[in-house]
Nanobody, 115 residues
Framework: QVQLVESGGGLVQPGGSLRLSCAAS????????MAWYRQAPGNQRELVAA???????NYADFAKGRFFISKDDAKNTVYLQMNSLKPEDTAVYYC?????????WGQGTQVTVSS
């Protein structure tokens, strides 16, 4: 069974940075489109950033210029570097892997931006 395990969340002050990691197992990682989503209380889950198997990336408008998605196929890991964090970035961040009709989710990691 595919597993996606996120790590790297935590409490950070406004303007700070965090790097999230998502380690995948039991999947052909290099062919999947990997993505990060987030969900704040009372809000719908929304796409933050995605990276295709070939390495093409796309970002939500709020993430452009501040967040950067990358992956290491040798480590079956996708990363989300988050800079210049704002209180409104506070949410649970979820890792997602998708290939054709198959989609998998991690359990989520909490990111809290507060002074």
């Amino acid at each position: 069974q595919v597993q996606l395990v996120e790590s790297g969340g935590g409490l950070v002050q406004p303007g700070g940075s965090l790097r999230l990691s998502c380690a995948a197992s039991r999947m052909m990682f290099s062919i999947y489109t990997m993505a990060w989503y987030r969900q704040a209380p009372g809000n719908q889950r929304e796409l933050v950033a995605a990276i295709t198997g070939g390495g093409s990336t796309n970002y939500a408008d709020f993430a452009k210029g501040r967040f950067f998605i990358s992956k290491d196929d040798a480590k079956n890991t996708v990363y989300l570097q988050m800079n210049s964090l704002k209180p409104e970035d506070t949410a649970v961040y979820y890792c997602n892997g998708r290939y054709m009709t198959a989609t998998f989710w991690g359990q989520g990691t909490q990111v809290t931006v507060s002074s």
